[in-house]
């Protein structure tokens, strides 16, 4: 690909140098040769971009002039990165057709273009879209749709009536339309309660490996648009995940809450059941959050880090709070008393 050519892709500048050069690849600053491009996004790293051999390098105009080679200009150089990875992606991908090994119900409906990979099951009455890619090992439950463009990797299980939007990606061992966690106590025992709701997973989803979405009890568990999801991320029934929301690994959202509009939730962070958080909250890693929230911004819980010996004082110290609060109110009442 030529500089021109990628800089079109990318929705960059070419400043200087030939339109007409060969790029192979993309690479880091440090590591890049004549015939990769790199990308500068992070003042941390502003002093490898004076001595980068790279062919070009995605910049920001503030830093164009620094560039010792070819600058690639953009208003945004994380995103041109982004774009330009796509380009060179070397993902092996799999043949067009149906493998023989793969078990298709004749009532399935495959687009143009579907690739399906070895030992693969698609059954009744699925329908899958034009381009879509669904890798070695995964079983489609009957009922369920694909949208095109997507691609599912090895071993990804979809149960029975899930909807699934455009190019979506959905990584190794993630379980979409598991029954959610509902159950009914009775006389000591459990009494299982059918979950009759669907998933509904919109267009531009990214839903990484070992992750799993529960279907609904009665109405369906929704992933809105441009949502991007971890790896080993548990969400379950009848939450609604608003659009472009994102989750890092081990991130967990109880049943019957609602997301808005781009939430984040780090690491290893938690939301309780029947909540709702409005649009544009962030939620902190390891952060347990058990109350609806209604302003936009970044919520903790929990302490900060500190030694072992100084965490094992203080969570003693937790436990004395109420009968420390208790002996304050005493107090304050007595030094009122003297006061009158």
Excluded at 266 to 277: D, P, Y
Aim: aromatic share 4%.
């Amino acid at each position: 690909m030529t500089l021109a050519e990628l800089a079109a892709h990318i929705d960059a500048t070419l400043e200087q140098g030939d339109g007409q050069q060969p790029i192979t690849g993309v690479n880091t600053l440090k590591s890049a040769t004549s015939e990769h491009i790199s990308f500068l996004a992070n003042d941390r790293y502003r002093s490898q971009l004076h001595a980068t051999k790279a062919g070009a390098v995605i910049v920001h105009p503030d830093f164009a002039a620094e560039v010792p080679t070819v600058a690639l200009v953009s208003a945004n150089p994380y995103r041109s990165f982004a774009l330009a990875t796509q380009l060179f992606d070397n993902r092996p991908k799999v043949v067009c057709g149906v493998h023989a090994s793969a078990v298709v119900a004749a009532s399935a409906q495959l687009a143009e273009g579907v690739r399906i990979a070895a030992n693969a099951v698609i059954g009744e009455h699925v329908v899958v879209g034009a381009n879509t890619e669904i890798g070695a090992g995964c079983v489609i439950g009957a009922g369920t749709q694909l949208g095109q463009d997507c691609c599912l990797h090895a071993n990804v299980t979809v149960y029975h009536d899930v909807m699934i939007g455009d190019a979506v990606i959905i990584h190794s061992g993630a379980v979409i339309g598991a029954d959610g966690f509902g159950f009914a106590p009775y006389q000591g025992r459990w009494e299982k309660i059918a979950q009759l709701g669907r998933v509904r997973i919109g267009n531009h989803v990214e839903i990484g490996a070992n992750t799993c979405i529960d279907r609904g009890a009665l109405e369906d568990t929704i992933i809105d648009d441009h949502v991007i999801l971890d790896n080993l991320i548990q969400i379950a029934h009848n939450v609604h995940v608003g659009e472009s929301c994102a989750m890092a690994a081990f991130a967990g959202v109880a049943g019957s809450t609602t997301l808005g509009k781009g939430c984040t939730i780090a690491g290893n962070g938690g939301v309780a059941g029947h909540l709702t958080l409005t649009d544009g909250v962030h939620v902190g890693p390891k952060a347990a959050i058990t109350k609806s929230i209604t302003e936009a911004g970044a919520y903790a819980s929990g302490t900060a880090q500190m030694p072992m010996n100084e965490w094992r004082r203080s969570a003693t110290r937790f436990r004395q709070l109420d009968a420390m609060a208790k002996r304050l109110q005493h107090i304050e009442k007595q030094l009122d008393n003297t006061r009158e």
